[in-house]
């Protein structure tokens, strides 16, 4: 039978290991995204690997990314915002 101590530093071992794969600002890629893209890219007859298609997917990411860059913004800025100007009762 397990003892509990050891069943949990295997939690927090886990933990810190799945936490470990994941940055901050970084989208994870999935394969919802992946397929959204695709269909996106081929709904004007593109074929997949051609350039029209490449750019299309890189437009995409481009999109995406900007998106997560002015989210980021946004936060840091509200961050500020409210350490500029704490609410005091």
């Known amino acids: 039978m397990l003892r509990p101590a050891k069943i949990c530093t295997a939690l927090i071992v886990l933990a810190l290991a799945l936490s470990a794969c994941t940055r901050r600002g970084e989208t994870p890629m999935t394969s919802t ?5 695709d269909t996106f890219c081929r709904a004007n007859n593109v074929v997949a690997g051609s350039p029209e298609y490449v750019a299309c997917r890189r437009d995409r990411d481009v999109q995406r990314a900007n998106a997560a860059a002015r989210a980021d913004k946004t936060q ?3 961050g500020e ?3 500029n100007n704490p609410v005091r009762p």
């Open 76 to 78: 840091r800025n509200l």
């Open 81 to 83: 915002y409210m350490m």
């Open 33 to 37: 995204l992946s397929e959204d893209d």
